[in-house]
């Protein structure tokens, strides 16, 4: 009765068509673009586990990564709604269809490396202000879905900027340098680490780092999106 109720006072509208009972319906989830293919990271060629080429390799660099949406048209509108409004119901509808795609290859990934699953941190200021952090929610489904363990051991210390907003690659850099510290007890030998969206790479490049430098062997990374 009470999820009746709140039904009624809240309808749940499509955000792509403004379809009544559904954040997105199955004709606009239709024509969220997906990622083609899986490829390394650095020189963007195929690589069917998304691994990063033993060529492409790098000191503290990531070593593979997937993402199932391409961050335009309407899926960028929905994690809009769903970052910056607050919109939370959004993010688990979006969750509920990434469900059944492409987390085959998380699960390649566990019987490789054994990894546990953590996300990409906010900022207090940031958690503060949007109330939940996104890519802790993915991070939860993610590793659910496959029966991996989770653990937190990145905290970010440093309140970057709206890194989507800043176009300029080698500023992004600058901003998000030294922006997280390894915390917690324990060393993992493999992690798979979760953020919503990818754009220049940065963000996650600088967790891999932090992380490395730290005794992480292994460090895979997953966005929802890519740009």
Known sequence: MENH????LFP???VGCGYLGTYICGSCEE???EVKKNTCCYCKKSSPLGLTHHGCKRT???DGHLSIYLYTGLFKKLLHESKYKGAYNILKALLTFSEQKKWKN???WKQLFSPIVMSVPLHTNRLNQRGFNQSEIIANKYATINGLGMSNHLLRVKDTPHMAKIIDRTIRKKQIKGAFRFCGDGVPQSVILVDDVVTSGATLSECTKTLKQNGVQTVLTISLAKG
Request: glycine share 6%; charged share 25%.
């Open 12 to 14: 749940r509208f499509c």
């Open 106 to 108: 998380v699960f390649m």
């Open 31 to 33: 024509k969220m673009e």
């Open 5 to 8: 109720i709140i039904e009624f």
């Open 60 to 62: 503290n660099g990531i």
